[in-house]
């Protein structure tokens, strides 16, 4: 995958879910996440990928 030619919705897609999974297992909130909510998260990004694919 060429991430230059991607269009700006797709980039927004990409960084989102990678400052989620940061943020997710790097601020304290006093919830224990697991690999559920990393799949769960995957999941909602694929959709929305597929959703924008549609546009």
Known sequence: ???????I???????????SMIAMFSID????YHIGHVIRLGVGAVVFWVVVDRL
């Open 9 to 19: 919705w797709r980039k927004l897609i990409i960084v989102a879910y990678a400052l």
């Open 29 to 32: 909130w006093g919830y224990h």
């Open 1 to 7: 995958m060429q991430l230059l030619k991607l269009n």
